[in-house]
């Protein structure tokens, strides 16, 4: 038996989720139908109103439905620093660990030669023109550690550099609770070029 | 009667992380240069949230001892692990020459043949961005130190894809290439002291020829009409042009 038209679109719309299938789909949609009509209008609702309304923050583009976000209107951050990310749940999982006061940029993206994503598509403009306009102390890069976060960092180093600004770019090396017979070298290696002194 | 499809088990081959692309939730799509056996591509399943550092590895300019089975222009990767190599082997490309790596990486993509023996050009690719690595130095601002490696890569690509410039010898008189004479360079035929107005052809000094053919890349006028030529005969055999070759462009443009 195939599904009528509409069980259909639903079953297909939903597999545009990230690890949904086909079996997935067709349990969440029945799901949906048989058992949770409130939550199935809920769940429509806010799908419309924030693909509607969300766009990006004026300032550190994040996602948000406001001209600037929380974070970029909080008086209790500390504008001075900034930091560079490559997407908004790397902003989250900063805010998770509690360290870090400062605004941030999310770039979405990194710089990637091979399929063509230059600095254009990830407004690196608009991160310039903040460095230049805010009185900015410190930069932090917080690019993934791959080829193309290095890449990245790289090319914001080489923009930001004329402005005079301080740029660091975030430790690279041995995890909390890391047992060393089980680093890979490469990353062994970041850590002993990146040892600092002790007091 | 219908042939099933043999399937391939390769077992330790030597190789490098061109590209890769993520496949699904987890997984990556890897192109790899095989040493002996060129461009291959295979599916990297579950390494993003591998716990053993999988993904690591499966970074472009690694290299790698790996393992592949499976049938037609997919494979699975069965295992990888990073080659053992020396202090003085790695490579530790930033800047530019990470800009460099990457050209080079998609020349390499577009021009590399599969399942065909690639050690000459493995080795050549080895040494080229060992040479690129050697120079981190970004002020530099001759860029002697990129544009050498690079030509003798393009160069040597051509010749082992079959393409080989003809060099040294006049193809309208027969005769050697005179380094003090300046010649209209045909892609198909060569350099000629005539000038066919047919063909579309490039003005290039006799000495830069001879010099190309020797490997010699050691002065700026050498340098710069082999740039000429070399970027004028890739761009023959690529199906489109080249992003890394843009976005290096718009990077440095201004320095």
């Known amino acids: 038996m195939s599904h009528s038209p509409l069980i259909k679109q639903l079953i297909e719309s939903l597999r545009c989720l990230p690890g949904v299938g086909a079996k997935s789909a067709q349990r969440m949609a029945y799901h949906l139908l048989e058992r949770d009509r409130n939550g199935a209008r809920k769940l429509s609702h806010a799908l419309f109103q924030a693909a509607e309304q969300v766009g990006h923050c004026s300032s550190c583009r994040i996602l948000t439905e406001a001209e600037q976000c929380d974070i970029c209107r909080s008086p209790k951050r500390d504008r001075q620093i900034l930091c560079v990310v490559e997407s908004p749940s790397d902003v989250y999982a900063i805010e998770q660990s509690g360290t870090y006061s400062g605004t941030y940029f999310v770039l979405m993206g990194h710089l990637s030669p091979l399929d063509g994503i230059g600095p254009q598509d990830l407004h690196l403009d608009i991160l310039k023109q903040r460095v230049m306009q805010e009185s900015i102390d410190e930069v932090i890069l917080a690019t993934n550690a791959t080829v193309e976060g290095e890449a990245t960092a790289h090319y914001i180093v080489e923009m930001l550099k004329p402005q005079g600004v301080k740029i660091t770019r975030i430790a690279q090396g041995v995890p909390l609770g890391g047992e060393l017979e089980y680093i890979d070298g490469s990353t062994l290696g970041l850590a002993f070029s990146g040892r600092k002194e002790l007091d | ?255």
């Open chain 2, 1 to 255: 009667m219908n042939t099933v499809p043999d399937r391939i088990k390769l077992d330790y081959k030597t190789a490098v992380v061109l590209h890769h692309y993520n496949y699904q939730d987890n997984s990556l799509i890897v192109n790899f240069f095989v040493q002996e056996l060129g461009k291959l591509s295979a599916v990297a399943r579950g390494v993003k949230n591998s716990k053993k550092g999988r993904y690591a590895l499966l970074q472009p300019f690694q290299k790698l001892t790996i393992s592949l089975s499976g049938k037609g222009d997919l494979l699975t990767l069965t295992q990888v692990e990073a080659l053992l190599q020396a202090d003085s082997e790695k490579w530790n490309l930033k800047g530019k020459s990470l800009y460099c790596a990457y050209y080079i990486n998609e020349l390499l993509l577009n021009l590399l043949p599969a399942h065909t023996d690639c050690s000459a050009i493995f080795n050549l690719y080895h040494e080229v961005l060992k040479l690129l690595s050697s120079h981190i130095d970004d002020s530099d601002q001759d860029n002697f130190h990129y544009e050498i490696p690079l030509r003798l890569f393009e160069l040597k690509l051509l010749e082992f894809l079959g393409y080989s410039l003809n060099l040294t010898v006049d193809q309208s008189s027969g005769e050697k290439v005179s380094a003090d004479r300046q010649y209209y360079y045909q892609l198909d035929v060569g350099p000629s002291l005539q000038q066919n107005i047919q063909a579309q052809a490039l003005l290039i000094s006799g000495q830069t020829l001879l010099n190309m053919a020797q490997s010699r890349f050691n002065d700026q006028k050498t340098l710069h009409e082999s740039k000429q030529l070399l970027k004028w005969a890739i761009s023959q055999h690529l199906n489109k042009p080249l992003k890394s070759r843009e976005l290096f462009k718009q990077l440095y443009a201004n320095k």
